[in-house]
């Protein structure tokens, strides 16, 4: 049986279910910021089948869709490729209209999902493997100091090209999400003091994902890193009431060098949690094939 949850009292009881769950923070995050209209082009259309044991959420965001696919317990195929097909076909215009898609989610999810989109001939681009970090409400942050001769605070409108420009999963529609995030969400920019350059940023993606810390290679050394998660983390939880989370792929040993184990998001075995990212088409070719 297949559940949509639309209402906001629907997406509180969905929610009272991530929040039992730490490695779900994709979904509950995105929930509450959906709850709170936090940015109001925004959607979010929840879905659950198999007694609540399988979760999709579809968030469509200028041009792009975000395809989040989230389990408990072990994975049944015969009920999650069902499952993803109906999803999909319910939200074709949707889908159409924002077609850079990426699945996000647990890596068993976003295998089979993966293994059916080829099996049906559809072509994938880049994927990530990725580790999930949380900044909790009870964080205490470490200090953390700007060098001598720079200045920090949030975006600027000319600060959006580089910005976009240096995004690794930029879309077609980057600098327009950039200044949407700059409005309704989260940035912060540190820039050198003399001529205003950005030396770094960081800014909160639509699902409370803390995304794009970047550090101008010139200016690499100086420990910016701290100051840019520490001070646009400690935002986000006050302003959105949100913890927000951060992924980190597997093979980025700078970043396991400096990361904190108070940080660590757990899966139920225990183990550091994992969010598998695959990005594709979702094309007028791909719902031909899906029928």
């Not at 409108?157 to 999400?177: G, L, N, R």
């Not at 803390?210 to 101008?216: D, E, G, K, S, W």
């Not at 690499?220 to 980190?248: M, N, W």
Request: aromatic share 12%.
């Amino acid at each position: 049986m297949y559940r949509c949850y639309k209402s906001a009292d629907q997406l509180k009881d969905a929610l009272a279910i991530f929040q039992r769950h730490p490695r779900l923070k994709v979904l509950e995050n995105s929930t509450i910021l959906t709850i709170n209209n936090v940015v109001p082009s925004a959607e979010f259309r929840l879905y659950s089948c198999n007694d609540s044991k399988i979760w999709i959420g579809i968030k469509p965001f200028m041009g792009s869709t975000h395809i989040f696919v989230n389990g408990l317990g072990q994975l049944d195929e015969q009920i999650f490729i069902p499952f993803f097909k109906h999803v999909l076909r319910e939200n074709t215009d949707t889908l159409l209209a924002n077609p850079h898609s990426c699945l996000i989610g647990d890596i068993p999810l976003v295998d089979s999902a993966r293994a059916y989109l080829r099996g049906i001939g559809h072509n994938l681009y880049s994927s990530s493997a990725t580790l999930l970090y949380c900044f909790r409400k009870d964080l205490q942050f470490p200090e953390y100091k700007l060098p001598e001769g720079f200045t920090m605070g949030p975006f600027c409108e000319e600060d959006v090209p580089t910005v976009a420009a240096t995004w690794q999963y930029k879309s077609p529609t980057e600098e327009q999400k950039v200044r949407m995030r700059m409005k309704h969400l989260a940035t912060v920019c540190i820039k050198r003091a003399s001529d205003g350059k950005p030396a770094g940023f960081f800014m909160l993606e639509h699902n409370g994902m803390l995304v794009h810390a970047f550090v101008v290679p010139e200016f690499r050394g100086l420990r910016l890193r701290e100051a840019l998660f520490f001070s646009l983390g400690d935002h986000v939880r006050q302003k959105f009431g949100i913890e927000p989370y951060f992924c980190t792929v597997k093979t980025n040993e700078v970043m396991f060098r400096w990361l904190k184990k108070d940080w660590e998001v757990y899966d139920e075995t225990g183990a550091v949690a994992s969010v598998d990212f695959q990005a594709f088409e979702t094309d007028e070719a791909l719902f031909k094939k899906i029928g």
